[in-house]
T-cell receptor
Framework: GAGVSQSPSNKVTEKGKDVELRCDPI?????LYWYRQSLGQGLEFLIY????????KSGLPSDRFSAERTGGSVSTLTIQRTQQEDSAVYLC?????????????FGDGTRLSIL | QKEVEQNSGPLSVPEGAIASLNCTYS??????FFWYRQYSGKSPELIMS????GDKEDGRFTAQLNKASQYVSLLIRDSQPSDSATYLC???????????FGTGTRLQVTL
């Protein structure tokens, strides 16, 4: 596909369960970002990958959150022991590079609901 | 103080009018600025980017940047009902290329 692909589009799970969210960036894009958008809130940066460099994890809200990017392409965001406050739309974006003039293009997001 | 501030709106303008959306940011070292449009239930869509002081025009959209005043705006000329959406201002401070977003301004274009 031409755009950023995320799966699943919706995920409902019980509090305490672990969840994995997947992102497939635009082909050729070296930079990949995860953001979170809670109801009525702006987008909140979570983590950033650029090529083979160590990821910038400065936005992860707790140690229950982790992410990896395999082979410089697909990324998974894992939330362990989910809490109700984790309910949000998780958005993935990619850009051709990491320069300040590199626009980020977003996927359709995963809407996560914790019961 | 929020890093990127926008009026949440809603901003209501009649069809055919100019919509003016404003954004202020706190980090003086911010280097690049983006406007995204987000329809309800959809992901943000990039519509404009601006890096230098002044105006940048693309079709009906004009972005304006004033780094001295730490202010960026988006003008939409000849507003259409299809422009009704939330407009997000995003700022790149040059730190790891991550964007800091405002909470968005909801625009309503009325018939």
């Amino acid at each position: 596909g031409a755009g950023v692909s995320q799966s699943p589009s919706n995920k409902v799970t019980e509090k305490g369960k672990d969840v994995e969210l997947r992102c497939d960036p635009i082909s050729g894009h070296t930079a990949l970002y995860w953001y979170r958008q809670s109801l009525g809130q702006g987008l909140e940066f979570l983590i950033y990958f650029q090529g083979n460099s160590a990821p910038d994890k400065s936005g992860l809200p707790s140690d229950r959150f982790s992410a990896e990017r395999t082979g410089g392409s697909v990324s998974t965001l894992t939330i362990q022991r989910t809490q109700q406050e984790d309910s949000a739309v998780y958005l993935c974006a990619s850009s051709p590079g990491s320069g300040i003039d590199q626009p980020q293009h977003f996927g359709d997001g995963t809407r996560l609901s914790i019961l | 103080q929020k890093e990127v501030e926008q009026n949440s709106g809603p901003l209501s303008v009649p069809e055919g009018a100019i919509a003016s959306l404003n954004c202020t940011y706190s980090d003086r070292v911010s280097q690049s600025f983006f406007w995204y449009r987000q329809y309800s239930g959809k992901s943000p869509e990039l519509i404009m980017s601006i890096y230098s002081n002044g105006d940048k025009e693309d079709g009906r959209f004009t972005a304006q940047l004033n780094k001295a005043s730490q202010y960026v705006s988006l003008l939409i000329r000849d507003s259409q009902p299809s422009d009704s959406a939330t407009y997000l201002c995003a700022v790149n401070t040059g730190t790891a290329s991550k964007l800091t977003f405002g909470t968005g301004t909801r625009l309503q274009v009325t018939l």
